[in-house]
């Protein structure tokens, strides 16, 4: 008998990227299979097997009644449930509809918006179940998700830093793009993406969502003193994690 | 009679979800509908208000499989409106990055979500026991294109590096050396690909599609060209609307596409390749011919074979742009906002990607609309569906089921883009 944890992967409201970057872990892929038996991954296999499962990967944002349901029956089989990047976590990019009428905006879409059936919110999945950890980003870092895999196989709590994009900057010797007058929401955001953007010269754009103690008016100060519109500062936050508490400008 | 149905909860090894339902009367099939309900999304309404810049990092996120697709069709048309046109190395990058990206995306479709159809495995992991050197390698592909939007782009799901007019920041020759060495193993690891899948047992089928696909004057088409047709179309991107039209149905959540006065038709690998062959490299050409395939396949199942050719090509595509890139002066061409519509039309890994926006007079999106390429393959998909299951009527419940499941793989929908899980339901008396 198969004696390895089970793993499933589920989809809700989003792009499929973050349950790709499983696949996209080209040299690892085949000794997770080994480590564990994925027993339900619909994007990559017809063989779906029955719960209880071990660990659930969650990604995407609950959008439609159906779903609310749905994620309710997927945390009654499984021992843990881990979401996996900015929509399960925050209500990604569709949580831009929280701000907004959705009567307008699925009419601005679909011409026959009676056939649509759908939330007038995108809320992460915490918002309806207990989740066991939350991996940020849009999308996920695969070494992270190597990690919480790794974590989960040895029974021990995942080491995800929730610091800021800013030491890993000063980590990977990025002289700071802030400093050269270019808007960055580095110091807010969540670090995990080993800091990209300013590595490619442009400011960090808050895809992993608020880092552990984010200070928003500080940041707003900042961007207006560069010149930056306070339109702009507040587009900048509201993207793909516009829902978490971290990013709102009290 | 009794009702037979029979149900499939969804179609594995695709990206999304949606459902299908087969409705047989009298040992008839009378109605075949591809039911799409992913979750909509709504990107074009929440794309209002925002700045030209923020375009395409927002539209990466339709799709994390091909994120530089939609990224590629926004900074297109953006640079449209605003009358610009981005040339030189900055537009070899453009082809550079898009390689990468049929790269990956063709080698993860071909060999993890594809071949266990011709082969009997429900997945690539399974398939790995009895053909591990084969997973192994097409993993190693993959990479390759990974490696190639990672180095462009910074990631490869979401890059962080496009932008409009051009880059945030351009490599140096010595950053795309390394990858050329990884491309050119590629390239033979392709080429054995496409071997490996010309020996697999495809059914005697084939349908009378219309081919769509792009066309320019001396490239197999990814960011530029004229939108063309097997039925003769020759029109600007610009002009889509006047030929095509979208329209929406009950049963699904992605709008259907269809020509105005002739309806379905086809885009992706098969359209592509039967509308640009001429375009192939000649050792490209004589490898399709080796393969097996003529100018013009119609066998959706041999798909399968072209997305292989594909990769070859986007190898030594890029192996040439690498060899001939000189770093350019500036990594994007400043832009000045007007009013006005753009349009850009490229060619994702599944076809074209249609988009069009109109900006006012600082560059913020008034209006949007993006038609990804599996919504205009939807009606090609249910004529599929229901020429491959009206030849099986006859078998049993679970080889239709097969049947169906692979006739919807045969084009490697992504849902994502438009639509949800596949849920196969037959009704037959």
Known sequence: MDRRPRLAVWKFASCDGCQLSLLDCEDELLAVADALEIASFPEASSAVAAGPYDLSLVEGSITTAHDAERIREVRRQSRHLVTI??????????????FASIGELVAAVYPSPQYIETLA??????????????????????????EVIGAFLAGRKPAVAAYSVCIECKRRGTVCVMVQGVPCLGPLTHAGCGALCPAYRR????????????????????????GAPAKRFEHALRSFNAAAQGFQRE | MPTRTLRVDYLARVEGEGALELRIEDGRLVSTRLRIFEPPRLFEALLRGRACAEVPDIVARICGICPVAYQMSAVHAIERAFG??????????????????????????????????????????????DHGDILRNALALKKAGNELIRVLGGREIHPVNVRPGGFFRVPARAELAPIAQTLERARDLAVHLVRWVAGFPFPDFERDYEFVALRHPHEYPFNEGRLVSSAGLDIDIADFDREFEERQVPHSTALHAGIRSRGAYLVGPLA?????????????????????????CRNPFRSIIVRAIEIVYACEEALGLIAAYE?????????TPRAGIGFGCTEAPRGICW???????????????IVPPTSQNQPSMEADLGAVASAALDQSDEVLRERCERSIRNHDPCISCSTHFLRLSVLRP
């Open chain 1, 121 to 146: 919110t995108s809320t992460p999945i915490a918002a309806h179940v207990a989740v066991d950890f939350e991996l940020r980003g849009c999308p996920i870092n695969k070494t992270q998700l190597l």
């Open chain 2, 327 to 335: 770093p350019p002066e500036v990594a994007a061409v400043p832009l």
């Open chain 2, 84 to 129: 610009h046109r981005v040339e030189g190395q900055l537009r070899s990058l453009r082809r550079l990055i898009y390689c990468g990206e049929w790269i990956g995306s063709h080698a993860l479709h071909v060999a993890m979500l594809h071949a266990p159809d011709f082969l009997g495995y429900p997945d690539a992991i399974r398939m790995a026991r």
């Open chain 1, 85 to 98: 990047g900015a929509c399960a976590t925050a209500g990604g990019v569709q949580a831009l509809r929280n």
């Open chain 2, 355 to 369: 988009h069009r926006y109109e900006f006012d007079a600082d560059g913020n999106v008034l209006t949007a609309r």
């Open chain 1, 203 to 226: 400011g960090c754009y808050g895809c992993y969502g608020p880092m552990e103690t984010p200070n928003v008016p500080a940041l707003a100060q900042r961007w207006q003193a560069l």
């Open chain 2, 272 to 296: 592509r390749y039967a509308l640009n062959f001429d375009r192939l490299p000649v050792s490209v050409k004589a490898l399709a011919r080796e393969a097996g395939l003529g100018p013009v």
